[in-house]
């Protein structure tokens, strides 16, 4: 079935705190999970992408990990910046029963405050 | 730059007009998408273009029409809009299909629409 959980709607931390977004997905044939960042203004932009025959994967100060057991991945961002506010999208392409669709999350609205 | 390209960034109708949406990419890319992004609501997809032909309609009004001229280019044309169609619509591209080849997709910055 269709269906991406992803919470919370709305987070606000300190700068330099780190920021955890959290996605469950319902396929268990689901095996690859992005996240997307939509600043003000613009599109989402892919940031890091897992795949399912991984736990973890970092790059710089974000990274995503997987818990196919529990069936949800994570988004964490350290040392947050006020140019990571945005709204995080985390994106399941299986979800959608169609060799195109990505099924989203409903999104959460980061703000870091200075 | 994402490589791809929409226009008008903002367009304000009437619920009698006819106008349209266009998209470019620049990316070599053979599928195309648009997505409505309403507030409080998922990114929806509308329409899906692989290599110029429709694969995709998410039982859309028959108000909204897709033409895909080329890989390159996109359109959603407009006609008779109710206000609750106000929203930002979202063009992308991917290389291939998304499943099992992992492909990542390419927005643009999006058309916002208000229909008055």
């Known amino acids: 079935g269709e269906n991406v959980e992803q919470h919370p709607s709305t987070l606000s931390v300190q700068e330099g705190d780190s920021a955890v977004i959290k996605c469950t997905y319902s396929?268990?044939?689901?095996?690859?999970f992005p996240w997307y960042k939509q600043e003000l203004g613009k599109g989402p932009q892919l940031i890091i992408d897992?795949?399912?025959?991984?736990g973890e994967k970092k790059d710089q100060r974000i990274a995503v990990t997987l818990n196919k057991t529990a069936k949800h991945f994570s988004l964490h961002i350290t040392e947050t910046q006020p140019e990571d506010s945005a709204v995080y999208f985390c994106?399941?392409?299986?979800?959608?029963?169609?060799?195109?669709?990505?099924?989203f999350g409903k999104g959460t609205l980061l703000t870091v405050n200075p | 730059e994402t490589g791809v390209t929409q226009t008008p960034r903002h367009l304000v109708m009437g619920m009698t007009n006819k106008k349209s949406l266009k998209c470019e990419q620049h990316?070599?890319?053979?599928?195309m998408y648009w997505y409505k992004q309403s507030a409080k609501k998922p990114l929806e997809l509308m329409f899906v273009?692989?290599?110029?032909?429709?694969?995709e309609n998410n039982s859309v009004p028959s108000r909204f029409s897709p033409e895909c001229p080329n890989s390159s280019h996109l359109f959603l044309h407009l006609h008779t809009l109710q206000p609750e169609d106000s929203a930002l619509y979202l063009c992308?591209?991917?290389?291939?299909?998304?499943?099992?080849?992992?492909?990542?997709?390419?927005f643009g910055s999006g058309t916002q629409l208000s229909v008055l």
């Open positions: 897992i795949r399912s025959n991984v």
């Open positions: 994106a399941d392409p299986n979800s959608g029963g169609s060799n195109y669709k990505l099924t």
């Open positions: 992308a591209s991917s290389q291939g299909i998304l499943q099992r080849t992992n492909e990542k997709l390419f």
């Open positions: 396929d268990s044939a689901s095996n690859y």
């Open positions: 990316l070599g890319h053979n599928a």
């Open positions: 273009y692989n290599f110029k032909e429709q694969t």
